[in-house]
């Protein structure tokens, strides 16, 4: 596989060069899709930083700094990346957007662009090039990056995206050949696979990452934190049912998920202990890539599905979102742009997405039919995150209150007390309804 | 005389010379992040968004959470059931090192260890030891015969509550241990001869002799101790994260979760700052209450 991929860049490397060496190599303008092209003139001595979030995967940096260098060579422009665990980059983009100092361009996580938007450069113009030309962009990135509906405040680069992983023998043998596809199938299974003894689990811990299936719960059955106007309405009819189907599905779960946390899954799926977990596809890559015979065994037997779907009747997932936005006081702006439109252009964006081994889900729909997706059917699942997404604050607007709520587990603290029974639904509601408030007074 | 021979006659600009590098480090690294987060905690500031004041608003607010009611009573219990636990043992513990027993330096030695691993590292430990799924303690009572499910120790409020706990006395008790210890050794062994040749029980020379020639030590100790234990984050943060259900937040994790991740600096810096006055009272009890001379001395109080 990995073998696979490096080939691949080595030849898109290869024609790309061939094609800067044949061109006039003069300025900025690709000859590849002149046809289209949109170009920005990058300032005289420019020289770009780059905050980006550390790798999950060696593929996508090693794809990623492939492409740096391209641009570095093409351009002349010097950019230095500097890399920093996810959990990390969300402070250091707001003291930098704020103090107008640090990195040109900041690859950071969820509503970050909606926590300072006047500081941020408007990159309407490149966003709009860049999504016609490759298919549109999802409405998840709409969400996060235009939120006056106009103006794009950065550009989405994708999401770690979170999916069913299950064991298909596991469920055949509980009666199911293939994954449910709504809420009231999806608890037969998950009663079925109790019986069998082969349970599931999802975390109900203070996890960043996983308890984000929290989310999904209430969004399905059509409940909600806020309302368009940030009114919390959180403690609904709808949340009520949403918690009513958790406390049955909780009674399926493997004892303890209460303390998991993010890794507490992974760890279980791979032992063999859970039949069905959500989680991003590292689960399925560190089982095929294990010498051990058993892991190779369980990474045969691993399928991804999408999450099922609840009486809203629409796709209501929940995962990490990522973005990349131009800082304001850059000193070259159009470099910065220069340097997006680049990283997005087919051309760079595909490989990456390769590179990236299905960890990172595509934002355009243009680049759902690159054959990462399919050359290994388990991938495919994992294409639609970004289409599939509601960001955190759904449905109302994201700024600080959103990310406050996100961080302080509301929702997730909410669905925990409540399916585990320490809570009646209607004092979790509550509890949270208060919480919520606190978050989005005015 | 020119100026720098004037200087170094001068004893009282010598003085202030030689203090100041004290005296900046002090003020710079002390001083002013202390009063920073005294003032943010009276501001709405967001991180890298200077904000504005608001004056008790945030302690108002912080008085009517739940969760901060809930890390405030996990902060108390944890500290007192940790601390009284740590002492206890520690002292024991010191005691037992203090006899003539074989291999005496090497058990002094190897007691320090807990206390040398890095603590995110024994926690780490801790949290395989009481995973819900492999912990070490379960499988082996399961095999045992002695119960047949795995104990939720991290996923029950009052277990994580009591798992946390254990785990931090674990890595405390060497800290306590060593220094009473040394202060043991301080106690002049003739203290001992004239009181056994008075007569005097194994427990009254602990009661009368020991006790009191130690408490200056134990004063200190406990109130590093429980300063230490009061301001907590690494153990809980690598555990549980406060978790299940906050039960295991203590003041500082939430701080974090709160100023941090969540970005609510100000609020994050008033439930550091509500710290302050347990803190302060700790070291008040410590030097007002134990430290007495009269005490010390084997006397009452007048």
Known sequence: MDNFNRRRFLEGTAGVAAGTALGTGAIWAPAVHAQTALTFRPEKGAKLRVLRWSRFVQGDIDAYMVNVKKFTEKTGIEVRVDNEGWEDVRPKAAVAANTGAGPDIILSTNDDANLYPEKLLDVTDLAEYIGKKYGGWYPAGQAFLKPDGKKWIGLPLGAAGAMMVYRESMLKAAGFDSFPKDTDNFLRMMKALKEKGTPGGFALGNATGDGLWCNWLVWTFGGKLVDQNNKVV?????????????????????????????????????????????????????????????????????????????????PTEST?????????????????????????????FGPWLTGAQAYIATPLDGYASLPV?????????????????????????????????????????????????SKTPKEAMERAQKRAERYYRV | MNFLERLQNNRNALGLLFMLPAAVLLLLFLTYPLGLGFWLGFTDAKVGRPGKWVGLENYQY????????????????????????????????????????????????VILLPYIVPTALSAIAFWWIYDAQFSIISWMLV???????????????????????????????????????????????????????????????????????????????????????????????????????????????????????????????????????????????????LQRRAWQQGGADK
């Open chain 2, 143 to 289: 095999k045992m015969g002695l119960i047949d499910q795995y104990i939720d120790f991290l996923g029950e409020p009052w277990n994580a509550r009591l798992s946390v706990i254990a785990a931090n006395i674990w890595r405390g008790i060497p800290f306590v241990a060593i220094t009473l210890l040394a202060g043991l050794q301080t106690i002049s062994p003739s203290y001992y001869e004239a009181s056994a040749i008075d007569g005097a029980s194994r427990w009254q020379q602990f009661r009368h002799v020991t006790l009191p020639l130690l408490t200056p030590i134990i004063a200190v100790v406990m109130t590093f101790s429980v300063l230490f234990t009061f301001t907590d984050f690494q153990l809980i943060y690598v555990i549980t994260r406060g978790g299940p259900l906050n039960a295991t937040h203590l003041m500082a994790t939430l701080s974090f979760q709160r100023a941090i991740s969540g970005g609510a600096l100000g609020e994050g810096a008033a439930i550091s700052i509500a710290m302050v006055p347990f803190l302060l009272a700790t070291i008040m009890f410590s030097y007002y209450g």
């Open chain 1, 234 to 314: 959180i403690d609904s009819p709808e949340t009520m049912k949403a918690l009513e189907y958790g406390k049955e599905l909780y009674a399926t779960f493997v004892p303890g998920t209460l303390s998991w946390l993010d890794p507490n899954n992974n760890k279980a799926f791979l032992d063999g202990q859970i039949s069905v977990t959500n989680n991003g596809i590292s689960i399925y890559v560190a089982a095929k890539n294990s010498p051990e015979p058993k892991l190779k065994e369980i990474a045969a037997d691993i399928q991804h599905a999408v999450y099922p779907i609840g009486p809203v009747g629409v």
């Open chain 1, 320 to 348: 990490i979102f990522f973005n990349q936005l131009i800082m304001k006081y850059t000193k070259y702006p159009q470099a910065s742009k220069a340097f997006l439109q680049f990283m997005m252009e087919r051309e760079q």
């Open chain 1, 373 to 421: 997706w399919t050359d290994d059917p388990k991938r495919t699942p994992y294409r639609d995150a970004v289409k599939n997404l509601r960001p955190g604050g759904y449905a109302g607007k994201l700024g600080y209150a959103s990310a406050g709520a996100a961080a302080d587990f509301i929702v997730i603290n909410m669905v925990a007390e409540a399916i585990s029974g």
């Open chain 2, 62 to 109: 912080l008085w009517g959470d739940a969760v901060t009611r809930l890390a405030l009573f996990n902060t108390l219990f944890y500290t007192f059931v940790a601390s009284v636990i740590k002492f206890g043992l520690g002292l024991w513990l010191a005691l037992l090192l203090n006899r003539n027993i074989r291999f005496k330096t090497f058990f002094r030695a």
